[in-house]
């Protein structure tokens, strides 16, 4: 077992989601630069190209898990 900060990850499935994005592909889930997990809920077509509308995640899709919670989030949000 390694302790890197990887520990976030709950269980497999959210695991293989997060890691296993081949390069070209639109990611749905991932972890921000603040370290927030994140996932990709919709595009919008803009002027200016394709764009993401995310949210982080409080609950992992998969397993239901508690991994982050709102109050955390702003903390590493905040400037
Ligand atoms: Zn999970």
Redesign the pocket.
């Known amino acids: 077992m390694n302790e890197a900060r990887d520990e976030i990850?709950?269980?497999d499935?959210?695991r293989e989601v997060v890691a296993g994005l081949p390069a070209p592909a639109a990611p749905t889930v991932y972890r921000a630069e603040n370290g927030v997990l994140m996932m990709v809920v919709g595009l919008v077509q803009t002027e200016e190209g394709l764009g993401y509308l995310d949210q982080a995640i409080m609950h992992?899709p998969?397993?239901?898990?508690k991994l982050q919670d709102a109050k955390a989030i702003a903390e590493k949000v905040s400037h």
């Open positions: 990850f709950c269980c499935s959210l992992c998969f397993c239901g898990t």
